[in-house]
């Protein structure tokens, strides 16, 4: 069993517990005690204990979304750029057909890597972290010698989309890591 089912199976055994021991100790309690007065008292702090526990349970939920939403946007804002950047080398000419390959190999194996058929221990970011590919890219694109001035213009947007990609990476890394 997971901790989570285990923590679970506490909570579930104490609550439970708790209540039988409250039922128990009802017939201990003097008859002031049971009054309408001290039943409202009562009645009044439980619904304060659970409004303050509903807030930080809404809380807390809200901040996973928010994170996860802005996971997901990185995620498909790369994508997009990849997308774009196989266009762009596609556009400079048939010499950048080795780095569109080497491009399209290494998305597909990095999302094989994170999201693969079998699951795995590894950390995901982790996985991001040792990726290197654009990286790679980057060091081909400064090896091309353009000829054109169409070609250095298309030149200057890959490398400007290869390092929207490579920051939107380390982005990705450091927040994941706080």
Same mark, same amino acid.
């Given at each position: ?15 439970? /517990?708790?209540? +039988?021991?409250?039922? #128990? ?5 003097? !008859? ?6 001290? !039943?409202?008292?009562? !009645?009044?702090?439980? /619904? ?25 946007? @990185? ?12 266009? +762009? ?18 998305? /597909? ?9 079998? @699951?795995?221990?590894?950390? !995901?970011? *982790? ?11 980057? /060091?081909?694109? @400064? $090896?091309?010698?353009? =000829?054109?001035? *169409? ?10 989309? =290869?390092?929207?990609? =490579?920051?939107?990476? #380390?982005?990705?890394?450091? $927040?994941?890591?706080?």
């Amino acid at each position: 069993m997971g901790s989570s089912q285990v923590i679970a199976l506490i909570t579930v055994a104490c609550v439970f /517990g708790g209540a +039988l021991l409250g039922l #128990w100790l009802q017939r201990l309690l003097p !008859k002031h005690h049971l009054s309408e007065d001290a !039943k409202d008292v009562i !009645k009044l702090g439980a /619904g304060v204990i659970a409004t303050i526990t509903a807030l930080v349970l809404g809380l807390l939920v809200s901040s996973a979304k928010g994170t996860f939403d802005g996971a997901s946007a @990185r995620i498909v804002q790369t994508g997009t750029n990849i997308i774009i950047l196989d266009g +762009l080398l596609k556009r400079y000419g048939p010499e950048t057909a080795g780095i569109r390959e080497k491009v399209r190999a290494q998305a /597909g194996a990095t999302i094989h890597r994170i999201w693969p058929s079998e @699951r795995t221990s590894e950390s !995901k970011v *982790a996985i991001i972290e040792r990726q290197d590919m654009i990286e790679v890219v980057q /060091g081909h694109l @400064r $090896e091309l010698t353009p =000829a054109t001035d *169409a070609q250095r213009k298309v030149l200057a947007e890959a490398e400007q989309v =290869a390092g929207d990609i =490579a920051r939107t990476r #380390w982005m990705f890394v450091e $927040e994941s890591q706080n």
